[in-house]
């Protein structure tokens, strides 16, 4: 049986990761974001991949689904609402391909930290065998393509398109869409598929506009300053000073490829991300081959019964199992009450964070450095990361990690990033900051949405979701939504659009079959599910009120956590609530007509 630390010693940890914590919420350090308006507009209105603009005339039509999104949200919309019966869609992208975020992000050495068996949906549809474990940013692309080729969805899409507004039309019962093309499109249904992770975010840095040399955020990597690829070694960084603002799951693999060719890498860090190891491997043909009909929903809720200690992980095993197989392996022959299990989970949490700060130990040569890269907060404060490169980096001459937790960047000038009096000369700057993930909606969907009435989306949502199922909202007739917010929680994101997707093909197709021109949750349904997702927390609002700041508690900052606002009972369990409501037929909750 694993051995766990004792009381005294667990909290002595966390009596660190609250002084830790206390240190990043100090009120003189300001962790605020900026809105990717006005000055801050050209790091995001920039599209390095697009090749030729597609010049077309305007569109006006009228379909039965409108969506907005190429990635893996609205490519599986599109594929569930065929197998369901309805072709009649059109999906409008912002990019010059499908893909989503694996679109925007071609960063060197993306890649995926949820095992590709899992992750890449429809591989049973499409006959796809992924080249390895966890699939790198570029495979992913190209399957996403495959997706549209197989699905024959790149007649019903349209490219560099941004939707710039919809608003319901009662008289007509349609949503109008409208793009910057100048485009109208009427749609019986609307879906918004461009999910939370689409809108870039930039530190609050003063003089950000005033850089001279070359800077950008990671999901706009341009080639053409670094040379190379994803892969290749970025041949044009030989001369240059870099620096990366950023160590979450993107900084954790883009820093070792920049320091591969960088003359010197300064590495700004807040916060330590937990690396856990990896655990790749080539994918076996024999192995795939053995798959039999429904392999790929087995295999995601075995992933997910081995993330959460209810089954053996041998078979799906890596860093995301490490606390399920803990939770198993303690669990004792007796049962236990809800407490107990809450202090085993907690020691265990220590045990976890633990052995990543070990391996931080055994890897890192300087000490000192080594302490500033340990992580001081609970497993799931932040999103964990995997990955065998990353630490040691920071045992080369030519890569220097700079502390900003207590000390923040003060300005950027002209040619220097200044902490304090220190002065970090730079031909580069990388923003590996992230997205708008929490926050105001109109930070996340940059195009105002106006159900009955004219009421926007924003305003209903004004102090956090308010939906049925975490997919449809009263007030907004005929509309959809796939991502994360009211529905379950999951570090595997396909899995959860992949039943939304499912769950609104059945909604369409019944609604087509009742006659019915209306579909939308009553004031009542809508309300009895906040009081479900109340109930269901995954984790209380004081844990996420502990956490070192970051985007699952909204930079410590208060207001609702990204997690508070899902179905906490899991994806099986959630799963099993959209089934049973789908077999009872009756579409409980909605108002058709």
């Given amino acids: 049986m694993a051995t766990l630390p004792s009381h005294d010693a667990a909290s002595e940890t966390l009596r660190k990761y609250q002084e830790e ?7 003189r350090i300001d962790r605020s974001y900026a809105e990717t308006k006005g000055k801050y507009r050209s790091f995001v209105d920039v599209d390095p991949n697009a090749g030729e603009r597609i010049e077309r005339a305007a569109i006006a039509t009228e379909v039965d689904v409108a969506i907005v999104g190429g990635g893996f949200g609205g490519i599986l919309a599109a ?16 990019a010059s391909d499908f893909g989503g975020t694996w679109y925007w992000n071609r960063y060197p050495g993306v890649q995926c930290d949820i095992e590709s ?34 699905f024959d969805l790149y007649d019903k899409a349209v490219f560099q398109t941004e939707v710039t507004g919809a608003e319901w039309d009662a008289a007509a019962s349609r ?6 093309r100048g485009d109208r499109i009427a749609a019986r249904y609307f879906l918004l598929g461009s999910g939370r992770a689409n809108e870039p975010k930039l530190p609050a840095i003063p003089g950000i506009e005033s ?7 990671s999901s706009r990597w341009d080639y053409s300053i670094t040379g190379g690829s994803i892969h290749d070694p970025l041949d044009k960084l ?40 990896r655990f790749n491997a080539p994918t076996d043909p024999g192995w795939y081959k053995t798959l039999g009909r429904g392999w790929q929903k087995q295999r995601r809720e075995l992933w997910l019964q081995a993330v959460h200690g209810s089954v053996d992980d041998s078979e799906v095993r890596d860093g995301w199992t490490d606390f399920g197989r803990l939770m198993r392996e303690t669990a004792p022959t007796t049962p236990e009450t809800e407490a107990e299990i809450g202090a085993r989970a907690m020691l265990i949490d220590v045990q976890v964070m633990n052995n990543r700060r070990a391996r931080i130990d055994a890897t890192i040569e300087n000490k000192e450095t080594a302490e500033r890269l340990k992580p001081w907060y609970n497993l799931y404060c932040k999103r964990p990361t995997f990955n065998d490169e990353f630490l040691p980096v920071f045992n080369q001459a030519n890569t220097k990690l700079v502390d900003i937790s207590e000390t923040p960047i003060t300005r950027i000038t002209e040619d220097a990033i200044i902490v304090d009096d220190q002065r970090y000369e730079v031909d580069l700057i990388i923003f590996a900051s992230g997205f708008h993930v929490v926050g105001p909606v109109e930070q996340r969907i ?97 844990f996420y009120a502990s956490c070192t700041p970051g985007y699952y508690n909204n ?20 799963d099993a609530l959209l089934s049973d409501w789908r077999r009872d037929g009756n579409l409980a909750g909605l108002d058709t007509h």
């Fill in 238 to 277: 030989h001369d240059k000073r870099v620096a990366v603002i950023g160590t979450g799951a993107t900084g954790i693999q883009l820093i070792p490829r920049v320091a591969r060719s960088a003359r010197q890498l300064y590495v700004f860090q807040r916060t330590p991300s937990s690396v856990g190891e």
């Fill in 446 to 542: 940059r195009f105002p949405i106006a159900g009955r009435d004219g009421k926007l989306l924003s305003e209903h949502w004004r102090d956090g979701m308010r939906t049925l199922h975490g997919l449809m909202a009263h007030g907004f007739p005929n509309w959809f939504y796939l991502g994360q917010g009211q529905n379950a929680v999951t570090a595997n994101y396909t899995t959860t659009v992949d039943d939304q997707a499912i769950h609104l093909a059945y909604i369409i197709a019944a609604a087509r079959q009742r006659g019915a021109s209306i579909v939308e949750p009553t004031a009542e349904a809508e309300e009895a599910w906040q009081e479900v997702i109340r109930s269901s927390m995954l984790r209380p609002a004081e």
């Fill in 21 to 27: 914590r206390d240190k990043r919420l100090d009120p």
């Fill in 175 to 180: 949503w109008i869409v409208s793009t910057d």
């Fill in 211 to 217: 850089f001279r040399g070359k800077s950008f955020h």
């Fill in 79 to 94: 594929a569930r609402l065929k197998e369901a019966g309805v072709t009649d869609v059109m999906i409008v992208e912002k």
């Fill in 555 to 574: 930079e410590g900052m208060g207001g609702t956590a990204l997690f508070e606002e899902g179905y906490g009972a899991g994806p099986a369990a959630f």
């Fill in 117 to 150: 068996y899992s992750y890449l949906p429809l591989l049973e549809e499409t006959g796809y065998m992924p080249k390895e474990k966890f699939s790198f940013g570029d495979e992913i692309l190209r399957y996403c393509q495959q997706l549209g080729t197989h």
